[in-house]
């Protein structure tokens, strides 16, 4: 074999391993970037503080769902939730403490809807909402009580 034939079969060799390795990259740079658009969706649904779902999320979720129970007859509940006296725990024991209320009333709230059913919304400063799919006034008020 004369050695430009030799030549162009390492260049060949050479520039395939180059691109297996821009595929794998471009692999890795995509789920890198799969991540992030996650991560990105997550913010701007979620309430930094809380978790919760936010207020632009409420608007989009509120829609559907009630398009959706009109057509299929389903119930519908809306609760609004304002924590009275806010202010006085953050005006007397500091932010944090009114942080942590926030926080605390978050995770009870979540702990007392159903999970991929239910949906609880941060909307304001100490204003929450809970839309309560499949349930009627009655069994909302209910599900408050007990």
């Given amino acids: 074999m004369d050695k430009t034939y030799i030549e162009m079969l390492d260049e060949i060799s050479r520039l395939n391993n180059e691109l297996a390795n821009a595929q794998r990259e ?3 740079k995509n789920r890198e970037l799969e991540e992030l658009n996650r991560k990105l969706s997550e913010m701007a649904t979620r309430d930094a503080l809380t978790g919760l779902y936010n207020r632009r999320f409420f608007n989009d ?3 559907k769902e009630v398009a959706k129970a ?6 519908l509940s809306l609760v609004s939730i304002d ?6 725990v ?3 024991l500091g932010h944090a403490a009114g942080d942590k209320l926030l926080i605390d009333f978050a995770n009870l709230a979540l702990e007392n ?3 991929d059913v239910d949906y609880v919304f941060r909307f304001g400063g100490d204003e929450f909402l809970m839309l309560l799919v499949g349930a009627n006034n009655e069994d ?3 599900a408050l009580h007990e």
Wanted: charge should be positive.
């Fill in 26 to 28: 471009l692999i890795k």
């Fill in 61 to 63: 979720v509120f829609t």
């Fill in 70 to 75: 009109k057509r299929y007859g389903i119930k």
């Fill in 83 to 88: 924590l009275n006296n806010f202010k006085v």
């Fill in 90 to 92: 953050n005006d007397t």
């Fill in 113 to 115: 809807t159903r999970k």
């Fill in 140 to 142: 909302a008020e209910g």
